[in-house]
C-alpha cells in the first residue's frame, strides 16, 4: 500500500486552517534567508505557500551572501523580542562564514519552530512535552499514526544519523509514551552487516540522501517502508527528477506499506512547520 504524505498533510492543514480562523490575531513566521541557494529559495517558496494555506502571516528576511554574522544574529535577536513573531526559522544551509550553531542557540527557543535548538533537542530526548520537536521527525511520526501503523513493540532500523532526521526521529519513537515505544535501531556509515539490520526491521526508515540505496534484497517481506530521502537526479535534456533513498519499484513489490517521493515524506515536512508555528503561537 502507497502512504499517501500529500493527503494526510493536507488534512493537518486544513484542521489547522480552520482553527487559525477561529483566532484572533494570526500567528506569523519569520523567516531568515542569507544567500541565494537554490535548493533554500524552492523550500522557502513551498513554505510560504503552505503559510498562506492556512492563514499564517509570513515575514522573509533575505539578506546577501556575504552579510556579516553580527547582523544575522542581531536580526534574531529582534524577531526573538517582536511579540509579533510566533515562530522563527534560519534556512540552512547558512554561508560558510556564519557559524549555523551560534544562529540557532541564539534563537528563543520557544519560538525554535524547527527544534533545532539544544534546549528542545534536550527535551526531547527527556520526554518533555513542551519540545518544539524537528518537523521531518515529527511528520514521519504523525504519518505512521495517520496510516494506523503501531510502532509501539515494534523494531524500527533507521538508516541516518543526522541532526535533523535519525537522531530525532530515535529520540520521538522509543519514547515511554503512546504512538511511540518502539525499538529503534540507529545504522549509519559505519554499521557493519547493513543488509541484516535493514532486512530485521518491522519498519525501516531511510535518511541517507543517496538515491536507490535501498533495494529490495535489503528489505524483508510485510515491511513498513518510510523514505524521507530526497535526491535530485539529472535527467534526459537537463532535466532533474526527485527520487528517494529506496528503490520504489522494487522495494514497493514487497513492502506492506511505502511512501512514494515527492508526495510522501516531504508534504509532511512542510505541515508540521505550519503546525509548529501554530503551537508555538498558542
Ligand atoms: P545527512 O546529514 O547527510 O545524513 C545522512 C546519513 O546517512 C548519515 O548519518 C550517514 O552516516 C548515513 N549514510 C550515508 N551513507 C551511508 C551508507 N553507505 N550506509 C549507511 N548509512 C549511510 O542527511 P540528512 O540531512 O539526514 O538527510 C537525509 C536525506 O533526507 C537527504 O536526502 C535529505 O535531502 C532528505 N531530507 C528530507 C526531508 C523531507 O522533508 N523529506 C527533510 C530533511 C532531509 P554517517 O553519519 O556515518 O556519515
Redesign the pocket.
Known amino acids: 500500500m502507497i502512504i499517501d504524505g500529500k493527503k494526510i498533510a493536507k488534512e493537518i492543514t486544513d484542521e489547522l486552517k480552520e482553527k487559525i480562523s477561529k483566532l484572533d490575531k494570526k500567528p506569523n513566521l519569520s523567516v531568515i534567508l542569507v544567500g541565494n541557494n537554490p535548493a533554500s529559495l524552492i523550500y522557502i517558496k513551498m513554505k510560504k505557500k503552505a503559510c498562506a494555506k492556512v492563514g499564517i502571516d509570513f515575514d522573509l528576511y533575505h539578506f546577501k551572501e556575504d552579510e556579516k554574522e553580527d547582523v544575522i544574529l542581531d536580526k534574531i535577536d529582534n524577531l526573538n523580542s517582536d511579540a509579533k513573531v510566533s515562530g522563527i526559522l534560519v534556512q540552512m544551509p547558512l554561508p560558510k562564514h556564519i557559524n549555523s550553531s551560534k544562529a540557532i542557540q541564539r534563537l528563543d527557543p520557544t519560538k525554535d519552530v524547527d527544534g533545532f535548538h539544544p534546549i528542545n533537542v534536550g527535551k526531547l530526548l527527556i520526554g518533555d512535552d513542551s519540545a518544539v520537536v524537528s518537523?521531518?521527525p515529527l511528520?514521519v511520526k504523525t504519518l505512521l499514526q495517520k496510516s494506523n501503523i503501531e510502532v509501539e513493540s515494534k523494531h524500527v532500523v533507521i538508516?541516518?544519523?543526522?541532526?535533523?532526521?535519525?537522531k530525532p526521529l530515535a529520540a520521538l519513537l522509543m519514547q515511554k509514551k503512546p504512538n511511540c515505544n518502539a525499538t529503534v535501531t540507529v545504522?549509519?556509515?559505519?554499521?557493519k552487516g547493513?543488509k541484516d539490520i535493514t532486512r530485521s526491521a518491522d519498519i525501516l526508515i531511510a535518511?541517507?540522501?543517496?538515491p536507490n540505496?535501498i533495494t529490495q534484497d535489503m528489505v524483508k517481506e510485510n515491511t513498513v517502508v518510510i523514505d524521507?530521502?530526497?535526491?535530485y537526479v539529472l535527467q534526459k535534456a537537463e532535466k532533474t527528477k526527485i527520487i528517494g533513498?529506496v528503490d520504489f519499484e522494487n522495494v514497493s513489490k514487497i513492502a506492506s506499506h511505502i511512501t512514494p517521493?515527492p508526495k510522501?515524506?516531504?508534504p509532511?515536512?512542510?505541515a508540521m512547520l505550519v503546525q509548529n508555528t501554530y503551537t508555538c503561537f498558542l
Do not use: E, P, Q
Request: proline share 0%; with cysteine.
Open positions: 518537523c521531518t511528520g538508516v541516518g544519523r543526522s541532526n535533523i532526521v535519525g545504522a549509519h556509515s559505519y554499521s547493513l535518511a541517507i540522501g543517496k540505496f524521507v530521502g530526497i535526491n533513498d517521493v510522501g515524506v516531504g509532511m515536512t512542510v
